[in-house]
């Protein structure tokens, strides 16, 4: 029980201050960006040779390793993106007024690079991993994926609680992509997926035949995906998103930009 609650604490803390800390760097000057960015993708790489090196591995201390690595790996996709250095195409905000296909195109367009990045990371990562004994990295990095992928639909589609605060400046336009409502047809189904996954790794937990190692890799897994299922429950709950980061948010960005809108009259295509 020591070493599970030893994983289950370590997973709770990485999450919580690896979240925190890219939200406080992404706040700072921009040469302090710049060298947070370039601090992360140095510790990316090693990401990438530490899960090549525990691949083979089947230790708890690899298994703490390919976790740890991944979420470096990921933090490498968060903080480029949030620096602005890997965005997409579409630099500007939407009316309110488009909707349907018309919202769908330009919202695609504002992150299409920045989700490849995240493909092609995560392909390098199942590419190390292919065939090895240690898929706690490759799992980790998976969750990340699908969890983030289906919030970015919820807040396409629709939820309560935006988390513009996490927004800096040089990224307002992306709010015009957000919906504001109570909760998206496609939000229950989310999470009813999630938990399903999380309830199978549990399960998997609970069998007696499990190595302990591997069970300490396993909660690791489960519990990210708990967190994650977390964040999914607070865009819908009268709950203060940022409650959890405000050590982070403190030091406060530059002052808001308005966000600018696509020319919708011939007036301002002529402006």
Not at 133 to 153: D, E, I
Not at 171 to 192: D, E, K, W
Request: charged share 10%.
């Amino acid at each position: 029980m020591g070493a599970i609650g030893l994983a289950l604490g370590f997973a709770i803390f990485i999450w919580w201050f690896s979240t925190g800390i890219v939200i406080m760097l992404n706040r700072m000057s921009k040469t302090a960006v710049r060298l947070s960015l370039g601090l992360s993708s140095l510790l990316g790489l090693g990401a990438l040779v530490g899960l090549a090196h525990t691949a083979d591995q089947s230790d708890m201390a690899a298994y703490y390793c390919a976790f740890t690595c991944a979420l470096l790996a990921w933090g490498w996709n968060e903080l480029s993106f949030l620096t602005g250095w890997i965005t997409g195409p579409q630099k500007t905000a939407i009316s309110p007024q488009v909707q349907g296909w018309p919202r769908l195109v330009p919202s695609t367009k504002a992150v299409i690079w920045h989700e490849l990045g995240i493909l092609w990371v995560g392909a390098t990562i199942v590419a190390i991993t292919w065939g090895e004994v240690n898929q706690v990295g490759t799992s980790t990095y998976l969750v990340l994926w699908l969890m983030r992928t289906s919030a970015k639909f919820n807040l396409f589609l629709g939820v309560r609680n935006l988390s513009e605060q996490f927004l800096p400046t040089h990224l307002a336009y992306l709010q015009s992509f957000f919906r504001r409502r109570r909760m998206n047809a496609f939000f229950p189904f989310a999470l009813a997926l999630a938990a399903l996954y999380w309830l199978s790794l549990i399960d998997q937990v609970r069998q007696p035949s499990v190595p302990p190692a591997e069970v300490v890799g396993l909660v690791l897994v489960a519990t990210l995906l708990a967190l994650a299922i977390l964040e999914h429950l607070m865009l819908v709950l009268p709950l203060d998103p940022t409650a959890l980061w405000q050590w982070a948010l403190r030091k406060p960005a530059a002052a808001p930009a308005s966000v600018r809108t696509e020319p919708t009259t011939a007036q301002e295509l002529e402006s």
